[in-house]
């Protein structure tokens, strides 16, 4: 997953987005357990409540859906 900020959007969203493209893409499958919010944190320089709060936005979309 590449992640590129954009200072227009909240780093959380754009998160949850590559996130959901990447399942999309088959990167992760549906159902399959997403990366720790450790690793997603330490791989793409985020803090964690961040990764949490992008974790959380995918948990709402998906019950909005």
């Known amino acids: 997953m590449v992640l590129e900020f954009d200072r227009n959007k909240s ?3 754009q998160l949850a987005d590559a996130i959901r493209t990447a399942i999309s893409n088959g990167e992760f499958k549906e159902g399959d ?3 720790s919010i450790n690793k997603i944190s330490a791989e793409h320089g985020l803090a964690r409540d ?3 709060k992008a974790f959380q936005e995918l948990k709402e979309r998906d019950r909005k859906s």
């Open 33 to 35: 357990a997403l990366p």
């Open 11 to 13: 780093k959380v969203k």
């Open 50 to 52: 961040t990764v949490y």
